[in-house]
């Protein structure tokens, strides 16, 4: 795609119609802006069957063809991707585990063909698991034709693109859901379940971070000709902020109550990935990039620090600190760790470490609350008593499907649980759990940690994008999922091939 965003938006506006034409239901405008009022608890008619079409079945996109053709009433009916084995290997899935064939767009290699999938009547909503640049256009093409969209992460790559999802999803009266998966683990919304039943008191700050060694994946030509490190090689900034913030936002009731108000943004020197590269790689390396022309792997030097540190304000006094790591040599962790008025959550990510792992270093979450005001809180809660209070206030979706989602897969089953519940939320006419804001909201901090690096680190406001609405929107609730409601039948697949990593 070459077209030039604002081109391309221009060619767009007359598309409307086909939203309409699509019989969205526009909620009433409440607040006065966009062109349909604001998005803040939008939701459309139950949707018995909902329709997938899925762009991008790669590493991440074939786990999303296997968990979603295994929810009842949700069928994969279109994919689109321009690498032809890509694609064949979706279809041989389906086919081996009784699935109806997808119809497909790109097998030709053509970067524009997935326009074609969103045109179609055979898709209700479009799940995009592709490269980042891609995410803008299918947001704001296929809300355009009428589609909802489930977004990857991060939902947009700059301010302007923020912009322009939000004004596409208040035009077209659609749906744009960030695909945030870790928001659903299970240590995530262990934490969420005990904030929301006020164990820690008032939240004061959260300390999250994404830390993932991937000096092999960003260096391998497989990894789609390297256009994550494409990014990593010429810009400052975090460019995957989402996996611990969205979680701690929703602790937060960020655009519900509070919002990001101010960020400054830090970075170290860079030496990680050059010193991998020249461990690795020969002097006279050259490979592919993604724009076409030749570099060296083991003379390229890297533009972004190997840690990127935010420090983000809110408008209610809370401050966030986030981190953004990739290529040092540290076990993987999000963070999740909540300061509160009378207690502290902090919390391994369950999916990456076993159970049995985690509770050799003491107990996978560790926490603990004052009994009574002011006691003096020396150590975490015993073994014992955060493993039992871990059962105690597991997060409903994980009491009803953990196990389920455990066997099918992706990231130790919070990927299923986050599919399982859009879809429960479709199929009962329900708002889905954050909305094209919060997509916007988190998605800002890739521009604005990148300025505000470039600038010393200079502090940076946050666009409200729900122009005030974050003052009057209902707080998040520990909701449920009714896991009747689903037939299951003869239980679920292990999706073998779902990421894991
Ligand atoms: N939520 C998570 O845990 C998580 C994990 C990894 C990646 N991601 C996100 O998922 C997305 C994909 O990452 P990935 O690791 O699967 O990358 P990938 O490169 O393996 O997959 C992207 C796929 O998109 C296809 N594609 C590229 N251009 C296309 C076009 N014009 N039309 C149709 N298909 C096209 C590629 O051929 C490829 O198969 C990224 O946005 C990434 O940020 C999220």
């Not at 946050?462 to 896991?483: H, L, N, S």
């Amino acid at each position: 795609m070459n077209q030039n965003r604002r081109d391309f938006l221009k060619g767009t506006a007359w598309m409307g119609v086909a939203a309409a034409a699509a019989g969205c239901i526009s909620e009433k405008n409440t607040l006065g802006f966009g062109d349909g009022g604001s998005m803040h608890g939008f939701h459309v008619a139950p949707m018995k069957l909902i329709r997938v079409g899925v762009i991008g079945v790669g590493a991440r996109g074939i786990g999303a063809v296997q968990r979603i053709s295994q929810i009842p009433g949700c069928r994969v009916t279109a994919i689109s991707d321009i690498n032809a084995a890509m694609l064949d290997r979706a279809q041989k899935w389906l086919k081996e585990n009784g699935k109806p064939a997808a119809r497909e767009w790109s097998r030709n290699g053509d970067e524009d063909a997935w326009k074609g999938l969103c045109d179609s009547d055979i898709v209700d909503v479009v799940y995009s698991v592709t490269p980042r640049s891609l995410h803008c256009p299918i947001n704001v093409y296929a809300m355009a034709h009428g589609k909802h969209v489930l977004q990857e992460v991060p939902g947009a790559f700059s301010l302007d693109e923020c912009w322009e999802t939000v004004e596409a999803a208040e035009k077209y009266r659609r749906h744009c859901m960030m695909l945030e998966n870790c928001t659903y683990g299970e240590a995530e919304m262990l934490a969420f379940n005990l904030i929301h039943k006020g164990k820690l008191g008032e939240i004061i700050q959260a300390e999250v971070e994404y830390t993932h060694d991937q000096r092999v994946l960003q260096y391998n030509p497989k990894d789609g000709r390297f256009w994550r490190l494409k990014r990593h090689m010429e810009q400052h900034g975090n460019y995957y902020p989402t996996h611990g913030l969205v979680p701690a936002g929703r602790c937060l009731d960020i655009n519900r109550g509070d919002r990001l108000d101010q960020i400054v943004s830090m970075e170290t020197k860079s030496a990680s990935f050059e010193a991998y590269a020249r461990a690795t790689f020969s002097r006279n390396d050259s490979v592919v990039g993604i724009d076409g022309k030749r570099f060296n792997r083991y003379e390229q030097k890297m533009t972004k620090g190997d840690i990127n540190m935010s420090m983000i304000h809110t408008a209610n006094g809370r401050v966030i600190t986030l981190k953004h790591n990739v290529c040092t040599p540290m076990p993987y962790n999000r963070g999740n760790t909540y300061l509160g008025t009378h207690g502290v959550f902090t919390g391994i990510s369950l999916d990456f470490w076993k159970p049995a792992d985690a509770y050799q270093m003491g107990s996978p979450c560790r926490f603990a609350w004052e009994s009574k005001p002011g006691e003096y809180l020396h150590v975490y809660f015993d073994f014992e008593k955060a493993k039992r209070l871990s059962e105690e206030y597991k997060h409903p979706f994980w009491k009803v499907a953990g196990e389920m989602a455990k066997k099918v897969g992706g990231h130790g089953g919070m990927d299923f649980v986050m599919d399982l519940r859009w879809a429960y939320c479709l199929q009962n006419g329900l708002p889905l759990d954050t909305d094209v804001y919060d997509l916007a909201t988190y998605s800002s901090i890739v521009e604005l940690s990148e300025r505000s690096v470039n600038a010393g680190s200079k502090t940076l406001d946050f666009p409200d994008y729900t122009r005030g609405g974050w003052k009057t929107a209902k707080a998040f609730t520990v909701d449920e999922i009714d896991i009747n409601k689903f037939d299951f039948g003869k239980g679920v697949i292990h999706a073998k091939d779902a990421q894991t990593t």
